[in-house]
């Protein structure tokens, strides 16, 4: 019954979104308007088909429905509550739905967000885009990637429920839907960018109409990935939260690009000038989700984290090479009605330095890019087996990382325009002797090396300068001084500079050791004594735990466990880590048959771990108070207004 | 304006003054750290991209005591790489800085260097700005008659 | 951060439009998309060969030499040398006693040596990632009567990936034989001739 609603719902999903798609793009280019409010009911019609599916599947995996396909796939009797919830988007086919579901969502929070607008040609074409984008993920659903399909349960079946190490830590409910939100919330300002393409109006409204949108997305891609980080650091057990595996550069990539646009598009609201790159960034920022999917899901590059191989990479290479190839074909049609009404006056202003950040910032992201596919070229080029990964990565992270350190700390207090030497000095003088304070605080606490200690200062000059940002801004406006993009942004830059101090420091002074120990046995790592005190295990019917009492410092006692799975025969470790102010202990065994075998304990020990997660706690409130509306300001200025109105009238709409 | 060239030169000796001294202060890698940083350094074979290091699988293991046997015994870095590379072709995660795989050093560098003269471009096209050739002057008249229709 | 910091925006009085901006916009979207296409066509290839690649490329040691193996044999304590084995038929066999699949494999190996003995073969087991005198304590407990050495750099270099794993040396020092995973005694049979 529930692959029949599942399949019904899939199939009036992809009609509708095909109807929506070319009723709109008929009525549009017919200038036949009032069409489009059948339109706006097929619109409601996907958001709620998607609503539906999730239902029926999330219904299935609860009463443990076996001839649904993806139940057989995930789910068992065994499974809690909370993790047969969060087997809907353990594996391939239903993480779809969980796409479908959040751009179904957004599509149907534009429907009332722009509910007086519902006739304007902008908002037509941005609706015909999120149902285009729409009839792919249901063509998918309803077709080569059904979770739904009815199938015989085979005898002898033995359900195997989700990849344990999604069962086994409760942030697996919170990590992938957050990313989800940050992945599909582009998908907005992309449908509003290629709507200004398309109809011509490429002044500053859509901008305007999509910057919310914007920081919502970019404030979820944020905390999905940092959650992921953190998910990885507390459950994989290999001692990190990040190796510039392919599947987290994936998710990277829109983050950078995404992070360059929220900055630059402040240069377009105020001056009018970028648009070509502002369109650019938009684009490429969905385009790289796209392709962050298709590498997550195609198999071609390989990585721990990847779903199986799925027969529908094809799919989303053909999505990724649409999407690239008509935003440049757009861009490039449209390219002499975006000529920019304006000039940048001085290096010395903020206009100027947003353009540092986002070289900055594009850098970066070509770099993570080249590094992720460069394997697949080279092995074209002459068949050789390369492997990039962390060192590359780090040693090109390196440089960027502290230029951009140091424009964040020199670009929050230049002015528009033109600044001069005197106003420069003033306001960076403080951050500066801040930035001196941590240097010298790093050293006294035994920080060596000159780029982690370069790092730290760059860090204090940075937090300065955001600082005094937030404390003139409240001084001035009390407690209106912290909401409103600006503010909120600067509240960001706080948690971006935490974090980046954070990852510093755990990287450069990490310590990695693996000691053999019997109980009662005491080994010394970095002036910390573990101690072996034995062991212990329980069972139940999903898994087998054994545990090893390991006492720090003659302190707590932690209890670093392997797991095995009964269903899957898989053994997992489960690290346990002290976390502290200063640094973590973080402590993993290998698997034992039985409680106080000898074991082999592996302690890795980084400093200012927990920084990066306050500082990415941080971030995400930032960008919580900067969707608030700030502060009244002035708009744009004339002349863009101008030349965008000159636009829009020129163009028959 | 002199008591803040004063301030800077202060701020500015003293910045280089403490890297100086985390620079100058650092020491010797020791043994350990020259484990460390080799374990680091490998891919684990069979583990997709996992390092050396961070794997738990027995290659990773067998490759993890290889190392530590050879830095003990005294091996330079170099043939440690040379012997792992002869097992397994393609494990080192930094990617070598010749033949094609250079390009993946050279191509970053070189979209730097585009991109900053684009923006310095930018940035000093302020003084042509402000002259606005004919066939701006034609743009500009073109959209007027646009709007006037 | 803007209020009075700004200095207010000068008026322009006239549509001041920066030249080069639209032409270039195009040139530039062209070269991106030139690049992305190469970029699309490579990922197509890898996707659309991806099915054909997966197959088990083979051990690099095949018609190889083996390499040198040098150690002490936990059991008898004598000095091994993969040389003294030169003339000989060898088997060489890398094992652990955590290795699920080694425990699998290892009575079939025993019976293999019965036959091993009268067919002068020589047999040599490498021990990966744990003490000699674990593994000795297996062969006492499990029976099997031939060389067992510490692996030493042996697992680098037969690039062992996944244990157990056996390579077969044909008098010369030539690998004539690979094998992944448990082996039976009648897979290495067919592959050493019947004296």
Known sequence: MYSVIGLAAAVVGLSGSVLGVLGGAYALTTSRLHLLRTVRTWAWIVSATGVVMCVVMLRALAVRDFTVDYVQQVGSPNTPTLYNIAALWSSLEGSLLLWILVLGGFTAAMLVKFRDRHD???FGWALVVMLGVSAFFYALVAGPANPFTAVDIPVGFEPRGPNPLLQNHVLVAFHPPMLYLGYVGFTVPFAFATAALITGRLGEGWLIETRRWTVVAYGFLTGGILLGAWWSYEVLGWGGYWAWDPVENASLLPWLTGTAYLHSVMVQERRGMLRVWNLALVCSTFCLTVLGTFITRSGVIDSVHAFSDGPIGAWFLGLFGVVTFGSIGLIAWRGDQLRSPGSIDSPLSREASFLANNLLFGAMAFVVLLGTVFPLLAELWDGSRLTIGSPYFDSMAKPLGLLMLFLMAAAPILPWRKASGEVLSDRLFWPAVLGVVAMVVALVYGGRGWAPVLAFGLGGFAGGSALRQVVLATRRHGWRGFVGRTNGGMIVHIGVVLVAVGLVAADAYKVDRTVSLEVGETATVNGHTFTYLGGDGDQNSRRIRIWADIQIDGEDVYQPATTLYREQGVVVPTPS???GFSEDLFLVTDAVQEPGQPVRLRVVIRPMVTWIWTGGMLMFAGTVLAVFPGRRRRGTEPVSVVSSELAEQATPA | MTSRLVRWTGVFVAVVGLLAVSVVDRGVETEDQRIQRLHDSYACPVCDGQSVADSNASVAEAIRTFIEV?????????????????????????????GFAALVWVLPVVVAVVGAVGVAFVVGRRVEATTVSSADRDLVEAARRGTER | ????ETPPGSPHDDLAVAPGCGGSARKAALAVGAVLLGLVIVLGIAVSSREDSAGDSGSALLGQRVPEVTGQDVITGARFDIQQTRGQWLV?????????????????????????DSSDVQMLSLVVNEPGERAAAFFAEEGGNWHVVPDGRASIDFAVAQLPETFVVRPDGTVVAHFRGSVTEAQLRSVIPVP
């Open chain 1, 120 to 122: 304007d040609a902008l």
């Open chain 3, 92 to 116: 060489v066999n890398f094992f652990g006693t955590w290795c699920p699949g080694c425990l699998v494999e290892h009575p079939e190996l025993v019976s293999f040596e019965r036959w091993a």
């Open chain 2, 70 to 98: 050879e830095v003990v015994a005294g091996a330079s870095d170099d043939q440690i790489r040379d012997d792992i590379l002869a097992a397994w072709p393609g494990s080192l995660l930094n990617p070598p800085g010749e």
């Open chain 3, 1 to 4: 951060m803007t209020g009075p």
């Open chain 1, 577 to 579: 880590v002290r976390p």
